[in-house]
């Protein structure tokens, strides 16, 4: 049974680098299957991320593509998110995701609450 | 720019009614819809694929229709774990993936 558990800060400060991690367990991500971001602002929808596929090929929300960085670590059997240029829009509870045949998210994570705040 | 639009934003009834929650796309989507369901404090969990398949473990009272730019969601009779809100999701344009805005279905 696959389970995915993010990682990272509660908070950060606006112009900063927001890196999350999040731990795949219950299956090899080299194995296949893609690997999503999602995130919700307090009180309001989801909006995705980001998204990649086992071999490296990364997909962005074009809102979000210049200051987004999916990555996987092979190793660790986990993918992480680099998000720039932070501002208190960025505040929202960040959920990573398997994400079946790019088409939806079929296991997510319990997600990780993040604030941008000085 | 593609849009997907849920109505009613939010939602009053009472065990065993009937509900139904609509989601229209903008353009042409042919059955490239997810619903979701999230309760407080928890992540969404997917409810339906492709406009009207169940997923995994849900109950029957989920249903899902439609096709092109209009789909529906109705819980046939409500359950007291069913009041949560529901999204509703885009994937026609891969690889971007578009979510509605919610509809939270209350207790009256």
């Known amino acids: 049974q696959v389970q995915l558990q993010e990682s990272g800060p509660a908070l950060v400060k606006p112009s900063e680098t927001l890196s999350l991690t999040c731990a795949v367990s219950?299956?090899?991500?080299?194995?296949?299957?893609?690997w999503g971001w999602i995130r919700q602002p307090p009180g309001r929808g989801l909006e995705w991320i980001a998204t990649?596929?086992?071999?490296?090929?990364?997909y962005y929300n074009p809102s979000l593509e210049s200051r987004a960085t999916i990555s996987l670590e092979m190793s660790k059997n986990e993918f992480s998110l680099k998000l720039t240029s932070l501002t208190a829009a960025d505040t929202a509870i960040y959920y990573c995701a398997s994400q079946q045949w790019l088409v939806r998210f079929d296991v997510w994570g319990q997600g990780t609450t993040v604030t941008v705040s000085s | 720019d593609f849009r997907m639009t849920q109505s009613p934003p939010s939602l009053s009834a009472s065990v065993g009614d009937r509900v139904t929650i609509t989601c229209q796309a903008s353009e042409d989507i042919t059955t490239h819809l997810n619903w979701y369901q999230q309760k407080p404090r928890e992540p969404p969990k997917l409810l339906i694929s492709d406009a009207s398949n169940l997923a995994t473990g849900v109950p029957s009272r989920f249903r899902g229709g439609g096709s092109v730019t209009d789909f529906t969601l109705t819980i046939t009779s409500l359950h007291p774990e069913d009041f949560a809100t529901y999204y509703c999701q885009s994937y026609d344009n891969l690889p971007s993936i578009t979510f509605g805005q919610g509809t939270r279905l209350e207790m009256k």
């Open positions: 219950g299956y090899s991500i080299n194995a296949g299957y893609y």
């Open positions: 990649i596929f086992h071999n490296g090929n990364s």
